[in-house]
């Protein structure tokens, strides 16, 4: 069943689909289209490796954009933060979402009308979300009294939900800080574990989990299908 993503919609301005089945990958342009809801575009999230026997793919025009890697960390013994590393959560300060970077691995950046611009005002949507949603645990990290990103997440029931990092724009350090950073955040927040996901190729982020040691449980591909986005001249 194709579902409505709320969040994508909002960002996006018209409505957006979602879908969790293999099955919907494979519907026809004309079955999309005469749904009740007309989708701008959807995107399909189904378990890497499931498509039906002898397919390479749909031929409805859906293009596979990535592959997401799923991982929980065991976060109860961390302790403290490593020394030089520093976390002041939104309830201390503010964050400056002009000084994100650039997100590099990008799924959406593949759709036709998607700029840097309106990237960064999906990405600015969502953590000012997150941060009204839980600001103990969205944090600026500092290295050495030097700004390095921001991180933002969830805590429900002893798992954190990781569900944002961004390096600074005026960062001249490793990335890894923030994700080691934020299972320190998380577990002061009560959390024992942390989950999140993540582009298979943004092999820096891939390297930084490994090094910690991270459990990878679920490889996701991501597809997408423009359905009524007018091309240039329409």
Known sequence: MINVHEFNSLWWGNPVGI?????????????LLSDET?????EFRVPFGTLPNQKLGPDNGAHLVETQLTY??????????????????????????????????????KLRLVDSEKLA??????????????????????YKSLLVGYVFGRVKEGTAVFDLAVTSK?????GQILYEAAGHLFNQAG??????????ANIGALNAHVRMQCRFIEA????L?????????E
């Open 121 to 142: 005002r999906r990405y600015s949507l969502l953590a000012g979300r997150l941060v009204e949603e839980a600001p103990r645990t969205c944090a600026t990290v500092f």
């Open 38 to 42: 007309l989708f701008d575009w959807i």
């Open 220 to 223: 996701t591909s991501i597809w």
């Open 191 to 200: 959390a024992k574990r942390m989950t999140s996901s993540f582009n298979a």
């Open 225 to 233: 299908i423009e359905c009524n986005i007018p091309r240039s001249g």
């Open 170 to 174: 005026q960062s001249q350090v490793s």
């Open 19 to 31: 879908s969790i089945e293999v099955e919907d990958l494979f519907l026809s342009q004309e079955q």
């Open 72 to 109: 929980q960390k065991n976060i109860s013994r961390l302790g403290s933060c490593p020394e030089g590393v520093e976390l002041v959560t939104t309830t201390e300060q503010i964050i400056d979402f002009s000084d994100f970077s650039a997100f590099s691995h990008e799924r959406y950046s």
